[in-house]
């Protein structure tokens, strides 16, 4: 889970990307953010990143490389986070 500083850092990288068209911002379709509700969550969506890009948190990790015994080592940036995934599948031959 990232901090709120390593958010802001990467909103203040991207900025110019996204102003290029050359990186997506989310928008209020694509947020998920559980029960948030009016001004809290449009505080979240100005802060929200988009987790496909790789960055220090790792990013989408779909990739064609993965495979049975592959190791991933996740950092952890705030004290007493844990660790959340989804769209684990695994494919057999």
Sequence with gaps: MPTHDMVHM???REAPLAAEGKAKR????????????GAARDRVAKEACRTVPPR???GNTDIKN???GTRIYF???TKGAGLAM???A????
Aim: aromatic share 10%.
């Design 10 to 12: 990467w909103n203040t």
């Design 26 to 37: 989310l928008t209020n379709l694509l947020l998920f953010v559980g029960s948030l509700k």
């Design 56 to 58: 220090e948190h790792g």
């Design 66 to 68: 993965l495979s049975i």
């Design 75 to 77: 950092p952890v940036f």
């Design 86 to 88: 989804g769209g684990l």
């Design 90 to 93: 695994l494919l057999t031959g």
